[in-house]
């Protein structure tokens, strides 16, 4: 069985800085990792996806990935309060039919 | 509007009801799924569906049950054998039946009075 890890948090970070969020996963063979943000009481939300073949920018995000020691991050440049949320990371299940989850990390930005 | 709608928002189940939370999706995805959400906790797979009229269990599966008639729709029932169904639950779509990315409806809170 796949599993996702994630440190729950909260990591606080103060307006404008660059929050950096990390999820490890077990398979190596992965290929595919997602990034959902979750508002309190809201449902998820996709921000972004990477495969295994390279990193990926868009806007204020990045996605990093580290094969050798199997964690993939997300980076959010220029903080905003508005990012305070719940970051979950995800890949897909042995069979590629669904996605396992971390429990998600709490990020609170400060004004 | 395409998009993934759920319904009811809140839901109360007294002791021993069934009670079944709706979800439907105008996407044209082939795979739905249910997940469940307690506080703190990530999300877990209850059950999947990667085509019409069939389904698989997922992490979590004892005391649901699912259908699924239409591509559109994929309707939860938690019976009166989920001895702790206070959580948040969410249904969630994919484009194709080996879906990777996924697109969640805005989920119904279920609570027992």
Redesign the interface.
Known sequence: QKEVEQNSGPLSVPEGAIASLNCTYSDRGSQSFFWYRQYSGKSPELIMFIYSNGDKEDGRFTAQLNKASQYVSLLIRDSQPSDSATYLCAVPNQAGTALIFGKGTTLSVSS | DGGITQSPKYLFRKEGQNVTLSCEQNLNHD?M?W?RQDP????R?IY?S?IVNDF?K?DIAEGYSVSREKKESFPLTVTSAQKNPTAFY?CASSIG??G????????TRLLVL
């Open positions: 795979a799924y997940y703190g906790q990530g999300l797979l999947y990667q698989q997922g969410l039946q080996y990777e990315t996924q697109y969640f409806g805005p989920g």
